[in-house]
């Protein structure tokens, strides 16, 4: 069984930065997807970004630039680097892993990008 917890999440101005971290327990060996999805009011949720085992890297276009996804295999761990900030940012954010075709979801974290 693989849990995944979230932190990082909080309430940041536009143009500002926020590190979301996403870290795993029990064993993800034969991890097939980690990725950062949102979830906003009214809306679907969509994916932010994602990494292969191999490092190769996808992200939405509307966080190009903007968010770098990365990883820490040593500590099972993925982060989400978002900056530049905007209001439509605001969401909450949640990590997403595929273990052995089996999918697993973090609890979820709030960001919220206000003046």
């Known amino acids: 069984q693989v849990q995944l917890v979230e932190s990082g999440g909080g309430l940041v101005q536009p143009g500002g930065s926020l590190r979301l971290s996403c870290a795993a327990s029990?064993?993800?060996?034969?991890?097939?997807?980690m990725g950062w999805f949102r979830q906003a009011p009214g809306k679907q949720r969509e994916l932010v970004a994602s990494?292969?085992?191999?490092?190769?890297?996808n992200y939405a276009d509307s966080v190009k630039d903007r968010f770098t996804i990365s990883r820490d295999s040593g500590k099972k761990t993925v982060y989400l680097q978002m900056n530049s900030l905007k209001l439509e940012d605001t969401a909450v954010y949640y990590c997403?892993?595929?273990?052995?075709?089996?999918?697993?979801w973090g609890q979820g974290t709030q960001v919220t990008v206000s003046t």
């Open positions: 997403k892993m595929i273990v052995r075709l089996q999918a697993y």
């Open positions: 029990g064993s993800i060996l034969g991890i097939n997807f």
């Open positions: 990494i292969t085992t191999g490092g190769s890297t």
